[in-house]
């Protein structure tokens, strides 16, 4: 196991298996839809490309990069860069890695319907339930694997911007961010 991780949550065979799963029900779910698959960056990068191509229907892919940012007053989310797509009319399917506190992917989803899309659907990697902020009641309409509170990095997920190569879903040591 590599240096700092505690636990293997999930392991490469279980992520590849459920994204196979998952890959058969969007294919059958968009068959004659042409969507245009949106990425949030950059913590999705790993499950989009293998999720990609499990999806065997025609479609067009594309990302978007938000941050959050600490105003004085709130702190919320911000567009870095946006999909290209024109995506008014189009069917969309946004892939996340991670549903947390549920900040991004409100903002994600709000960003896109005010484009004016013919549908938009979520399909998220993990989903942390304990987590979401009271008052969001977004529904993620495909979920990879539901896991408890922990801080979990790999498979695209960082701790300061480190991890994202690891094939499977760990568990930090506490140490690594304690120090
Ligand atoms: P939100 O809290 O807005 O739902 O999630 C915001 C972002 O926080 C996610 O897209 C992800 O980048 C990051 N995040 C949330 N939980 C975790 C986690 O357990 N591990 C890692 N590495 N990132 C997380
Ligand atoms: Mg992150």
Known sequence: MEQGIDK????????????????????????DKNPVI???????????????????????IDFMWISSYKGTESSGMTVRQDITADIRGRHVLILEDIYDTGNSLTFTVEHLLAKGP??????????????????????????????PNEFVVGYGLDYNEQYRNLPYVGILKPEVYQK
Do not use: H, N, W
């Open 38 to 60: 949106v990425g949030v960056l950059k913590g999705v990068v790993v499950f989009y490309a293998d999720m990609l191509r499990q999806i065997k229907a025609p479609c067009q």
């Open 8 to 31: 293997i949550l999930l392991t490469e065979e279980q992520i590849q298996t459920r994204v196979r799963e998952l890959g058969a029900i969007l294919t059958a779910e968009y068959a």
């Open 118 to 147: 013919a549908s938009l659907k979520i399909c998220t990697l993990l989903d942390k339930p304990e987590r979401r902020k009271p008052g969001i009641t977004l529904q993620a309409d495909y979920v990879g694997f539901t896991i």
